[in-house]
């Protein structure tokens, strides 16, 4: 399991931290036409900075898929939807209803259910060793 979350950890930040800097060009070039849209968000390095990163949180997430199981790796990295509410709140400066803060909670405590669920397997299979 530290495997799996020492790539799924760095994989969560740089998902949060590239919707935040996609999400801030695309407020910047604001609600225009696909044609005039998409020139004015390409020539922005923070739309770059924003892909890249995505980019490097998929490719983390794949590798992680690649050895964990889906059904442990999927609702781990369900605590990106806190990452990208916390991270929207501090950089981008939404303003976070009680009910979102709710929902961000019950996802949290999923997350807490399915690391533990792991920690007990990885504990059954060295015993039965």
């Known amino acids: 399991m530290k495997k799996t979350l020492a790539v799924l950890i ?7 931290a590239g919707n935040i800097f996609l999400s801030m ?3 910047e070039v604001g609600n ?5 849209l ?3 968000a390409v020539e922005s390095p923070t739309l ?9 949180s998929f490719i983390l997430f794949a590798s992680a898929l690649s050895w964990a199981d889906l059904s442990f790796v999927i609702p781990a990295v369900s605590i990106e939807v806190a990452v990208n509410v916390i991270l929207a709140n501090y ?5 976070i209803s009680l009910t979102r803060w709710a929902g961000v909670l019950f996802i949290s405590l999923g997350v807490i259910l399915v690391m533990r669920s792991e920690s007990q ?9």
């Open 10 to 16: 760095p994989a969560v930040i740089a998902q949060g």
């Open 25 to 27: 060009r695309m407020k």
């Open 32 to 36: 225009s036409s696909w044609f005039d």
């Open 38 to 40: 998409l020139p004015r």
């Open 48 to 56: 770059w900075l924003g892909t890249v990163l995505l980019i490097v």
């Open 91 to 95: 950089f981008l400066h939404e303003v």
């Open 121 to 129: 397997k990885t504990r059954r299979i060295k015993e039965h060793l």
